[in-house]
Each structure stands twice: as structure tokens, then as C-alpha cells.
């Protein structure tokens, strides 16, 4: 039977060794005899209870509160995931990784991860529909692709995509538990120095062995520009951002690897404007910083100027597959705008 088809789920409450249910109401115990594969959440769970998609000994029970008893048989109706109303788009994919329950996208600068007001197509998810042409086990009920994380329109590199539930569940688990490997490479206004008396005076800004910067606060929506994150000590989401200087350019701008404990929208822009290092071509948290044309030569200082995006690409990603449990790694190269970027200033740092 395909996946696209209605299936019965029949579930029968069983005695644990107190001789009670695993759980008193109804929907931590469908939840806690379900079998893996199945990948039906709890919160699932709760809505197909609620639309009528469970028997109780063959009567319908709505009531996620309910209280099962030993013996009780379920039946959960399956029904065939919904259709969404995205539109599959034909655009090329750099694809490093697929089999039947994820997808591993080195995606391009520019592109949107997900439609929203204003970028409704041409977008990684109108991309992927075309792509797995239908072939989607479904994911929340609905044959769509699991976003589990994303990264910014302008930056580049790497994403992965759940096309099943239970690959859902498992990558969602992995990113909650800040358990997946994540670096990527930014070029930044400055170099970070532990040395440095300002960024020793800086709130949530420290630094570790081997003069590895960390930035540690929460962020939150800025107050008056909602298209901004915003660095506070109270209230917000906690955040934590690692970086560590790759290569210097002259003293007045560094290649940096950033590694993330935690994943919040525009994290890594964001906190390294904070530390005053900003990354070159950020047209939100950059500001209007150049580089010193005397210092570096005005070619450098140019080519930094007319950056056309945040200089951020997301290199390395590396995760447990949730269904087969292999252990997975991928890199991406640097985009070509980066490193002429990065030539550009290399030329520059020599002759200063």
C-alpha cells in the first residue's frame, strides 16, 4: 500500500509491569504505543482525535483527555496526505544527499527557503515540490517538505530537508537538542582579537582557549523594526554564537568560522554586529562601515563596498540520520562571489 493511500492503525493497550496503562488519557498513551515508524506526534495525535480519526472498540472518541483502561483496541484512520497549494516551480537543484526520508540542498544565494507575503514562488520548497514530483510520504498530514531549519535568502550552503514524518521528527529532535553540526564561513568588518580592550568591555562577548570568540545573549524581534533581531540580557531567546579568525586581511577585515550552540533567525549577523564586527555587505546589521582604502588599496576596499549580500555561507552540516542512524557530514565550497571577495582582499593585504 502506498503512502498516498488511507491506512488503519489498530493499537491495543496493554498492562505495563503495574498492571496499569502506560498513561491515564488518551493521548500520552497513543503516544506512547505508537509505533516509531509511524512518526504520529503527540500533538498529531491530538488533532486526529479531535477530527474524528480514532476508534475506541469502534466508536469514535474525540476527548484527548479521556481516560483509556487495559484492553481498550484503537483504530487511528491514516488518511493520505493533503495536497498543499504551493506550486512545484522547474528550478535546478545542487543536491549532495537523497534517499527516501531526507534531502541535503547546497542552496544559492538569493533564493527564499519558504514562500511567505511577497516571495509566494521561486522558492527552495516550490523547488523541492518539483523535485520529488510527489514522492512525499507527508509531513503533519500534508505531502509537503519538512523544514526544519532555514538560512537567509542571501546566504549560501547547506540545508537539510525532511520528505517523511519520522525523518521530521527525528531532524526537529536533533536541532531542539542543538546536536547538529553547523559552521559556517563569514567575512567580517575587523578582526576579533582577544586582545582587544573594546570587545573586553563588550556585554555577552568573551572569549576561550585558542582565542576563540563567544558571544552569549538573548534575541528578540527588534521594537520598531520588525525586520530585525535585536541583542538583549532580558527576555528573548538564548543565544550563543562561536567564532574563531580564519585568516586576516591587513587588520581590517578576517574571514571567520562560525559555529552556532544554538540556531536563532539572523544569529550570526546579528551577534557579530554586536561584537562590532559586522559582516561585509549586511544591508541590515553592516551599517555603512568600509574598509580603510589607504590600508588595504582601493580595489579591496571597492570590491567590500559593492558586496552585494551578508558575506555568510553556510559550509558544513553534519547530522545522525534519523531513521537509519548513520552518522552524516557535508561540506560546501564557497560560493564565487565570496571567493573573488576574498581574492580581492588578499591582493589588498599583501601590498599594505
Partial sequence: MSDMEERILKLVI?????????????????????????????????????????LRNGAPITDQKAKVAVGDIFEITLAPPKPVETVAQEIPLVVLWEDDDLIVIDKPAGMVV???????????????????????????????????????????????VAKSDRAHHGLAAQFE????????????????????????????VSFEAGNILKITSQLARHKTDRQRQAVLFDGGRHAVTRARVVEDFAGTAALVDCWLETGRT???????????????????????????AKVIG??????????????????????????????LSFSSPLPADMEALLESLRNGAQKA
Wanted: proline share 7%; hydrophobic share 40%; aromatic share 2%.
Fill in 298 to 327: 582601493e580595489a579591496a576596499a571597492q570590491a567590500a563596498a559593492s558586496f552585494p549580500r551578508q558575506a555568510l555561507h553556510a559550509a558544513t552540516l553534519g547530522f545522525i540520520h534519523p531513521v537509519t542512524r548513520e552518522e
Fill in 14 to 54: 496493554e498492562a505495563g509491569e503495574d498492571g496499569n496503562p502506560p498513561a491515564d488519557r488518551l493521548d500520552k498513551a497513543l503516544a506512547a504505543i505508537v509505533p516509531e515508524e509511524a512518526a504520529l506526534s503527540r500533538s498529531r495525535l491530538a488533532k486526529m482525535i479531535a477530527e474524528g480519526a480514532v
Fill in 114 to 160: 519558504h514562500p511567505a507575503p511577497g516571495s509566494e514562488d521561486g522558492t527552495l520548497v516550490n523547488a523541492l515540490l518539483h523535485h520529488f514530483g510527489g514522492n512525499l510520504s507527508g509531513i503533519g498530514g500534508e505531502a509537503r517538505p519538512g523544514i526544519v531549519h532555514r538560512i537567509d535568502k542571501d546566504t549560501s550552503g547547506l540545508l537539510v
Fill in 266 to 292: 539572523h544569529q550570526i549577523r546579528v551577534h557579530m554586529a554586536h561584537a562590532g564586527h559586522g559582516l561585509i555587505g549586511d544591508p541590515v546589521y553592516g551599517g555603512k562601515r568600509k574598509l580603510p
Fill in 177 to 204: 537538542k542543538h546536536s547538529v553540526h553547523r559552521h559556517y564561513l563569514a567575512v567580517v568588518h575587523g578582526v576579533p582579537d582577544a586582545a582587544d580592550p573594546r570587545l573586553r568591555g563588550t556585554r555577552g
